[in-house]
C-alpha cells in the first residue's frame, strides 16, 4: 500500500524560505505512471494547487506562485520537495502532498494524499 | 481569470440526496473532481472525471457535469458523509489547476 508521509519544518520564518519532503513508501517517484503534487490549505480556508512533477523533472506549477516555487523530485531516496521562498503569513497552511495518475494528465485528479504537515510562518 | 462557485453549506437529512454544485463558465467542456474532506483529514476523490468512482467509495456517490454547473450528488446520505466536499478542475487558457471554495455538508 503506497503511502505519502509530508516532513519539514513547522515554524518558518517570514521573508525565509520553506522547504518540505514528501516521503514515498510502498512505492517509486521513479513510476512513468504518475506525476507528484503538492496542495496546500490555509486554516480554516479551502484548498490550493501549488504544483506537480514528473519522475523525469517536468514540473508545472500555480502560475500565481511559480516565481516563488520549486518543486524537484530525488529518485535514489525515493522523495519529492517543494522550496517557496520570501515566505509571509499568508503562506501558513497545511501543506499536502499527493499523487496524480499519469493517465489523467498533470492537471489530473489527485488520487492519494499524504496527511498534511502545517507549516506556520511567523518570527 | 476562471472561477469555479460552489455553495458555502448544503444541509440534508438523513436518508434525503444531497445535491453540491460547481459552477464555472463551460464547465461542461472540462472534467471535474470531487473530494470529500472531514475534519483533520486530508481529501479524499469521491468522484474523478466527472462521474467515476474510484475502488471504495459507495455508488450513493455519483457526479454529471453540463453546461455551466457540475452536480455531485450523494444518495440516502448518512452521518457519516459529513464532511466538506471541493471540486477541482483545470482551466486550460491559463494553465491553472482550481479547486472550488468548498461546500460543507450538515446532516441534520
Known amino acids: 500500500q503506497l503511502q505519502l508521509n509530508e516532513s519539514g519544518p513547522g515554524l518558518v520564518k517570514p521573508s525565509e524560505t520553506l522547504s518540505l519532503t514528501c516521503s514515498v513508501s510502498?512505492?517509486?517517484?521513479?513510476?512513468?505512471?504518475?506525476?507528484w503534487a503538492w496542495i496546500r490549505q490555509p486554516p480554516g480556508r479551502g484548498l490550493e494547487w501549488i504544483g506537480v512533477?514528473?519522475?523525469?523533472?517536468?514540473?508545472y506549477y500555480n502560475p500565481s506562485l511559480k516565481s516563488r516555487v520549486t518543486i524537484s523530485v530525488d529518485t535514489s531516496k525515493n522523495h519529492f520537495s517543494l522550496r517557496l521562498t520570501s515566505v509571509s503569513a499568508a503562506d501558513t497552511a497545511v501543506y499536502y502532498c499527493?499523487?496524480?495518475?499519469?493517465?489523467?494528465?498533470?492537471?489530473?485528479?489527485?488520487?492519494?494524499w499524504g496527511q498534511g504537515t502545517l507549516v506556520t510562518i511567523s518570527s | 481569470s476562471y472561477v469555479l462557485t460552489q455553495p458555502p453549506s448544503v444541509s440534508v437529512a438523513p436518508g434525503q440526496t444531497a445535491r453540491i454544485t460547481c459552477g464555472g463558465n463551460?464547465?461542461?467542456?472540462?472534467?471535474v473532481h470531487w473530494y470529500q474532506q472531514k475534519p483533520g483529514q486530508a481529501p479524499v476523490v469521491v468522484v474523478h472525471?466527472?462521474?467515476d468512482r474510484p475502488s471504495g467509495i459507495p455508488e450513493r456517490f455519483s457526479g454529471s457535469n453540463s453546461g455551466n454547473t457540475a452536480t455531485l450528488t450523494i444518495s440516502r446520505v448518512e452521518a457519516g458523509d459529513e464532511a466538506d466536499y471541493y471540486c477541482?478542475?483545470?482551466?486550460?487558457?491559463?494553465?491553472?489547476?482550481?479547486f472550488g471554495g468548498g461546500t460543507k455538508l450538515t446532516v441534520l
Open positions: 499527493a499523487r496524480v495518475p499519469y493517465s489523467s494528465g498533470w492537471y489530473g485528479w489527485l488520487d492519494l
Open positions: 510502498g512505492g517509486s517517484t521513479s513510476s512513468n505512471l504518475y506525476y
Open positions: 512533477i514528473y519522475y523525469i523533472g517536468t514540473t
Open positions: 463551460n464547465i461542461g467542456s472540462q472534467s
Open positions: 472525471d466527472d462521474r
Open positions: 477541482q478542475v483545470w482551466d486550460p487558457s491559463s494553465d491553472h489547476v482550481l
